[in-house]
């Protein structure tokens, strides 16, 4: 069966510090990969898909970046995080065209 | 483009009672529906979701949800609510672009059950 993994849990970080947030799907091959950022009190916003190694579509100009060195994994980053890229973070994979997306447990990130 | 609206921010309810859970969207070319449950500092959680035919979609923990092409709705409903069920829900529609295709979500629904 599908898997997808996603750590940290929780992350609290100084403003100017870098970001690295790692998320791995199991069981499946070539998904799309998806990044969410869902803000204290608000709706998911897409930050970056992909639908292949290599290749990443941003959504919103922002601090933060996306890499997928691998078929299965998919990377958040950021040099230096802003007290705006605090959030719960979540990254999700999707199969075939009639699959839904299945999310990961997300991560909590607090930029102090 | 596509977006979708959920108008209501918060939802109380007594328990047993039963909800209904309203989503409207837009888009210019046919859609997949979803409902995803998000339980606090928890992932979301597939209720269910509209793919092609039947319009009436059975999801887990007794939810359902109708799909009405002409008032581009698709809310979500359970005929009697628990304690249990109190989360955040968020309707979502993805395109059917092929390989490219993304997840819309609304701002989401606070549902309070309460004895």
């Known amino acids: 069966s599908q898997t997808i993994h996603q750590w940290p849990a929780t992350l609290v970080q100084p403003v100017g510090s870098p970001l690295s947030l790692e998320c791995t799907v199991e069981?499946?091959?070539?998904?799309?990969l998806y990044w969410y950022r869902q803000a204290a009190g608000r709706g998911l916003q897409l930050l970056f898909y992909?639908?292949?190694?290599?290749?990443i579509s941003s959504e919103v100009p922002q601090n933060l970046s996306a890499s997928r060195p691998q078929d299965r994994q998919f990377i958040l980053s950021s040099k230096k995080l802003l007290l705006s890229d605090s959030g719960f973070y979540l990254c999700?994979?999707?199969?075939?065209?009639?699959?839904?997306?299945?999310f990961g447990s997300g991560t909590r990130l607090t930029v102090v | 483009a596509q977006s979708v609206t959920q108008l209501d921010s918060q939802v109380p309810v007594f328990e047993e009672a039963p909800v209904e859970l309203r989503c409207n969207y837009s888009?210019?070319?046919?859609?997949?529906l979803f409902w995803y449950v998000q339980y606090p500092n928890q992932g979301l959680q597939l209720l269910l979701k509209?793919?092609?035919?039947?319009?009436l979609v059975k999801g887990i923990n007794g939810f359902e949800a109708e799909f009405n092409k002409s008032q581009t709705s698709f809310h979500l409903r359970k005929p009697s609510v628990h304690i249990s069920d109190t989360a955040e829900y968020f309707c979502?529609?993805?395109?059917?672009?092929?390989?490219?295709?993304?997840?819309?979500f609304g701002t989401g629904t606070r549902l309070q059950v309460t004895l």
């Open positions: 999700a994979w999707k199969g075939g065209p009639s699959s839904g997306y299945t």
């Open positions: 069981g499946t091959s070539n998904p799309n």
């Open positions: 992909s639908v292949g190694i290599g290749q």
């Open positions: 888009s210019s070319v046919s859609v997949y």
């Open positions: 509209y793919l092609s035919g039947s319009t």
């Open positions: 979502a529609v993805s395109d059917l672009a092929g390989t490219a295709s993304k997840l819309t």
